[in-house]
């Protein structure tokens, strides 16, 4: 039988709790573990992605996803972004302690399910902006055994505003970006620049990309209109030893929408997460 235990409260490093879900088969022991980052505006409740947890751990992994501390949801309501200010104070050093924060959490010695997992194999796998995130930490961290990014980007200083709107953003210390589902205008404090480049070494994902030396799957639709298909070939050669997926008129979110009302996932997300269980499970 599956289990899922949804809105787990963890402390992270930066005053905010995570919000964590696991899903697991209760009649296995020792799974594989996946930890899934959520990308830019999104949340671990988006879309279909409790479908692909429960198809992970369907196929005999223990599957945690969760939400950034400041990915602009709360405990009492973790969908959408009802903390616009926190939204605002996210950068991804933020985001790189609090995916640490779950590592911590999941292989620590307390932890209530640990009979159901295998702490000597860990899979991330991000989507978007986490892509980064997830390249990043696993450049850093011995701990994961295997990496997958779904339409990962390829380097965060080219995102920020550049010419007069980069200098309007600096004298007014914050620009607004509208959410196109919710029509919330999503503030970006300037100190999520400042951040990055106090931490550009770090935060170069070309850099983290050439490290890596565990098994590493790119996956990107040929189609996305938010990451272009060319950042994944570039992630792919900077790690020629990494594999690249294209899946054939695939957009950024794999035909997927919220909310999510079908019982069944979509073509192009199914393809993505037999592909991403058949990587992982080797």
Known sequence: MIINKKNIIINGKHQRPILVDVFYNEEKKQQPIVIFCHGYKGFKDWGAWDLVANTFAEAGFFFVKFNFSHNGGTVEQPIDFPDLEAFGHNNYIIELDDLESVLD???????????????????LIGHSRAGGITTIKTSEDARITKLITWAGVSDYEQRFPIGTAFQTWKNDGVYYIENGRTKQKMPHYFQFYTSFVENKERLTIFKAAEKI??????????????????????????????DLF????????????????QEEIPKDLTIITEKSIAFAIL
């Open 105 to 123: 959490w999941v292989t620590g010695s307390d932890f209530e399910d640990k009979q159901f997992i295998d702490t000597n194999n860990i899979t």
């Open 213 to 242: 030396k565990v098994p590493y799957l790119i996956i990107h639709g040929t189609e996305d209109p938010t990451v272009n298909l060319q950042e994944a070939k570039s992630l792919h050669s900077w790690n020629p030893q990494s």
């Open 246 to 261: 294209l899946v054939k008129g695939a957009d950024h979110v794999f035909g997927v929408k919220h909310p999510w009302e």
